[in-house]
């Protein structure tokens, strides 16, 4: 943006004096060339970074859905655990007691 009023401005000066203005424009034009390979450069970095992060976050979601279900199971689990030791409990009593199944929830 700020080539172009420079650019215009000294080609009308070399062109009042009659002079070749094709060196300066050559390095200006180089300059510019430079800065637009550099910025697509970078914008092509930015893309293949955000396609690197992506990626990790879609592993993530998979692995958090796993442990959700490793979890429930573990707790279905724990229940199991829960109930068999009560189941045990009981048992034990009615063995003590010698009163069988009769009047005793412990479920």
Same mark, same amino acid.
Do not use: C
């Given at each position: 943006?700020?080539?172009? @009023? +420079?650019?215009?401005?000294?080609?009308?000066? +070399?062109?009042?004096?009659?002079? @070749? *203005? /094709? @060196?300066? *424009? #050559?390095?200006?034009?180089?300059?510019?060339?430079?800065?637009? +390979?550099?910025?697509? #450069?970078?914008?092509?970095?930015?893309?293949? /970074?955000? +396609?690197?992060?992506?990626? @990790?976050?879609?592993?993530?979601?998979?692995?958090?859905?796993?442990?959700?279900?490793?979890?429930?199971?573990?707790?279905?689990?724990?229940?199991?655990?829960?109930?068999?030791?009560?189941?045990?409990?009981?048992?034990?009593?009615?063995?003590?007691? %010698?009163? %069988?199944?009769? /009047?005793?929830?412990?479920?």
């Amino acid at each position: 943006e700020l080539f172009k @009023p +420079a650019l215009q401005e000294y080609k009308q000066k +070399a062109l009042e004096k009659n002079q @070749p *203005f /094709g @060196p300066i *424009f #050559e390095l200006i034009a180089l300059k510019k060339d430079q800065e637009m +390979a550099e910025a697509e #450069e970078q914008r092509k970095l930015d893309e293949e /970074g955000e +396609a690197i992060l992506k990626i @990790p976050m879609t592993l993530r979601v998979v692995s958090i859905k796993k442990k959700r279900k490793r979890v429930k199971k573990l707790q279905s689990d724990i229940l199991l655990k829960k109930r068999s030791a009560l189941q045990k409990k009981r048992r034990i009593l009615v063995r003590i007691r %010698g009163d %069988g199944h009769r /009047g005793v929830d412990w479920t």
